[in-house]
């Protein structure tokens, strides 16, 4: 069974980054995203709370390096603990942002993270890869070590055979 569930492809098994960002954690909100992560059936194969350095800050969001909300994104990150996780399962990315919701909570549907704990767009609390470039980049950055590599026995659960 390992590597492979029930019922999805090995093309189709991804892992995919999450961060819980610095309001998330100051709102106490990080067992409930992981609980809704772990419900919908995704496997936590990576876990980590860090103060990010402005370093690694500037070079996760380096793709809005000429926005001018950067400075004050850099500045919000590294504000605080974030809880870094690493999520595996089939289509994960897709799975990933449909829990998470749209960057404005006024905007995300309720029954999504930002739809049912947001009312902002620079506090959303949380943070998802869009795709599976930007997931890799950002595991490689966040988990450097890589992520771990377990048999979760509940996968069997979780697609069908």
Same mark, same amino acid.
């Given at each position: 069974?390992?590597?492979?569930?029930?019922?999805?492809?090995?093309?189709?098994?991804?892992?995919?980054?999450?961060? &819980?960002?610095?309001?998330? !954690?100051? @709102? %106490? +909100?990080? =067992?409930?995203?992981? #609980? /809704?992560?772990? $419900?919908? *059936?995704?496997?936590?194969?990576?876990?980590?709370?860090?103060?990010?350095?402005?370093?690694?800050?500037?070079?996760?969001?380096?793709?809005?390096?000429?926005?001018?909300?950067?400075?004050?994104?850099?500045?919000?990150?590294?504000?605080?603990?974030?809880?870094?996780?690493?999520?595996?399962? &089939?289509?994960?990315?897709? !799975?990933? @942002? %449909? +829990?998470? =919701?749209?960057?404005? #909570? /006024?905007?995300? $549907?309720? *029954?999504?993270?930002?739809?049912?704990?947001?009312?902002?767009?620079?506090?959303?609390?949380?943070h998802g890869s869009d795709a599976e470039e930007t997931a890799e980049f950002e595991l490689n950055l966040?988990?450097?070590?890589?992520?771990?590599?377990?048999?979760?026995?509940?996968?069997?659960?979780?697609?069908?055979?």
């Amino acid at each position: 069974m390992k590597g492979r569930p029930h019922g999805g492809s090995v093309s189709s098994m991804q892992t995919t980054y999450v961060m &819980v960002k610095p309001d998330g !954690v100051q @709102r %106490g +909100l990080v =067992g409930e995203i992981i #609980g /809704r992560f772990e $419900a919908k *059936g995704l496997q936590l194969v990576g876990l980590k709370g860090v103060v990010p350095s402005e370093e690694i800050a500037r070079a996760h969001y380096a793709v809005h390096s000429e926005r001018p909300f950067f400075e004050g994104l850099i500045k919000f990150v590294t504000s605080g603990p974030v809880v870094c996780m690493a999520w595996r399962g &089939v289509e994960a990315i897709k !799975v990933a @942002r %449909g +829990l998470i =919701g749209p960057t404005n #909570g /006024r905007d995300a $549907a309720p *029954g999504t993270i930002r739809g049912d704990f947001g009312m902002d767009m620079g506090f959303n609390m949380i943070h998802g890869s869009d795709a599976e470039e930007t997931a890799e980049f950002e595991l490689n950055l966040w988990f450097p070590d890589g992520t771990m590599d377990w048999s979760c026995d509940s996968q069997k659960w979780v697609y069908e055979s």
